[in-house]
T-cell receptor, first 117, second 114 residues
């Protein structure tokens, strides 16, 4: 099946530092990837749509300067949380859109737990 | 407005019992429909999906779902639940074209009693 990886799985950082999270589609090419944030015991909140070779599209209320997204290749998108603060602590999940033979479907990574001290 | 409703926040069943998780949606046209499962601290795994055709869809781990257009529903079923099925289940709908963004339900947490 379609496999999406995320790295790191967990990260702890100090307030004010920046953290980069990678999302890779391992066995398919993804022109579109999505970044979600999930609070404890809640559903997923879409943060932005990442398009290969172009600027990301952010959802209303998401600070684009705070959450930098780069989709430099067909298999890699990165989310950088800049100047992180404790309120940015959360579970971040990416997905990659596969519209190949398996049909138009988002496949999700395992998530990254960010803790900002 | 487009929305997905999962009426049951928590469901508890005994191991071996049957299971049905409900999902209703409000959408302008017939969307693509999905069920995902999430174990604690993990990402989402696709269980099954419906695009068109046969309204009864078979998925992984013995799950199936039935699309009922007249009821705008896409309920997930399993005839015999295993303890390992305990997890959070999300129903999602997506557009056949355009933004490809999904709308997720709020999830149903399944607890399985031994």
């Amino acid at each position: 099946g379609a496999v999406v990886s995320q790295h790191p799985s967990r990260v702890i950082c100090k307030s004010g530092t920046s953290v980069k999270i990678e999302c890779r589609s391992l066995d398919f090419q993804a022109t579109t990837m999505f970044w979600y944030r999930q609070f404890p015991k809640q559903s997923l909140m879409l943060m932005a749509t990442s398009n290969e070779g172009s600027k990301a599209t952010y959802e209303q209320g998401v600070e684009k300067d705070k959450f930098l997204i780069n989709h430099a290749s067909l298999t890699l998108s990165t989310l950088t949380v800049t100047s992180a603060h404790p309120e940015d602590s959360s579970f971040y999940i990416c997905s990659a859109r596969d519209f190949g033979g398996r049909g138009d479907t988002q496949y999700f990574g395992p998530g990254t737990r960010l803790t900002v001290l | 407005a487009q929305s997905v409703t999962q009426p049951d926040i928590h469901i508890t069943v005994s191991e071996g019992a049957s299971l049905e998780l409900r999902c209703n949606y409000s959408y302008g046209a017939t969307p693509y429909l999905f069920w995902y499962v999430q174990s604690p601290g993990q990402g989402l795994q696709l269980l099954l999906k419906y695009f068109s055709g046969d309204t009864l869809v078979q998925g992984i781990k013995g799950f199936e779902a039935e699309f009922k257009r007249s009821q705008s529903s896409f309920n997930l079923r399993k005839p015999s639940v295993h303890w390992s099925d305990a997890a959070e289940y999300f129903c999602a709908v997506g557009p056949p074209s355009g933004t490809y963004k999904y709308i997720f339900g709020t999830g149903t947490r399944l607890k399985v009693l031994a």
